[in-house]
């Protein structure tokens, strides 16, 4: 039977929110009186949520599971679902319950208003701290700015697609993915449906400091030229600098101002340009970095164990 609606939810260590994401879930797509799915992507879970999934499939025929053979990360689980989805819409969301699926018939409204992608802006955000609130803030705003796609703000991955923005999502295989940018760099036509950003159900984040400063090397270098193009402002701000210095080092010393003997200031300008090229080759090594992961060529992910078609 044709699949109307697709639920994919990335999951890693969410042993004790599955059976309440899998009630809330299955309450919510039931008042729609479509058809649907729920796909459940394990990527390489430790604390029993594998099994939990698989017992879960077995119960509810909504239930598909796709079961990673080792964690890849969120992003390339995320992927699995695109891939696996049979529905023609597709909604992304976290098993956490931070986004409530309470929010998915507000998604589905726009969606058949005839808008193609339907993402979620978080309005309110309960449950987190005051620096997790700034330091997101502060990475949804660079982002937009400097990146050549205009990804929305204050938006994660939750979000509906249609489905033929999903076969387009699925012909791009890059390994270093930021799906928020890619949903956005497609294009079609899309809109935000404000929501209150629940507090977790249970566990713990699965997205510490250093992986919030991953995902945002990826959505820079992924999306933008930027980091690169400071080197060229730079070094035309130093050579500025210096066309101006060399006639007032020479009037001054010439006067026999102290401050301009010695080697002092050669080891200053010696050290800051130093550290600016240093700087400017961890730019570099990031986007070398990315052509290394493609030139690989290497899967995605790997599924030990995928839904039955």
């Not at 791009?172 to 929501?195: D, K, L, T």
């Not at 992924?222 to 980091?227: C, L």
């Not at 600016?276 to 992961?293: K, N, P, S």
Request: neutral net charge; charged residues 25%.
């Amino acid at each position: 039977m044709p699949v109307t609606f697709s639920i994919v939810a990335p999951i890693y260590n969410e042993l004790d929110n599955l059976s309440e994401l899998h009630r809330r879930v299955s309450e919510v797509m039931s008042g729609l009186k479509e058809s649907w799915e729920l796909v459940m992507v394990d990527d390489g879970s430790t604390d029993g949520s594998t099994e939990r999934i698989l017992e879960l499939a077995k119960q509810d025929q909504h239930v598909r599971p796709v079961i990673f053979a080792r964690n890849f990360g969120h992003e390339a689980a995320i992927t699995a679902g695109w891939d696996n989805a049979r529905g023609e819409a597709v909604v992304i969301i976290d098993a956490d319950l931070q986004d409530p699926p309470e929010v998915i018939p507000e998604l589905v409204e726009k969606w058949r208003e005839g808008y193609e992608v339907v993402y979620a802006v978080r309005a309110e955000r309960e449950g987190e701290t005051w620096f997790k609130k700034m330091t997101a803030a502060l990475f949804y705003r660079i982002v937009h700015r400097i990146t050549d796609v205009k990804i929305p703000l204050d938006t994660g991955d939750f979000r509906l697609m249609d489905r033929k923005v999903v076969e387009v999502l699925k012909t791009m295989r890059e390994r270093r993915r930021f799906p928020r940018g890619m949903s956005a760099w497609v294009g079609f036509r899309q809109i935000g449906v404000p929501y209150k950003r629940a507090a977790r159900h249970a566990g713990v984040t699965k997205y510490p400091f250093n992986k919030m400063v991953k995902l945002a090397l990826n959505g820079i270098t992924g999306y933008s030229y930027f980091p690169l193009q400071l080197a060229t402002y730079f070094g035309f701000a130093a050579a500025g600098l210096a066309i101006i210095a060399i006639p007032v080092v020479i009037i001054m010393r010439l006067a026999g101002h102290g401050a301009f003997t010695g080697q002092a200031t050669t080891l200053i300008a010696v050290l800051f340009l130093g550290g600016v090229q240093l700087i400017f080759l961890g730019i570099l090594g990031e986007y070398l970095g990315r052509i290394y992961d493609e030139v690989k060529g290497r899967p995605l992910y790997i599924v030990r164990e995928g839904p039955e078609q």
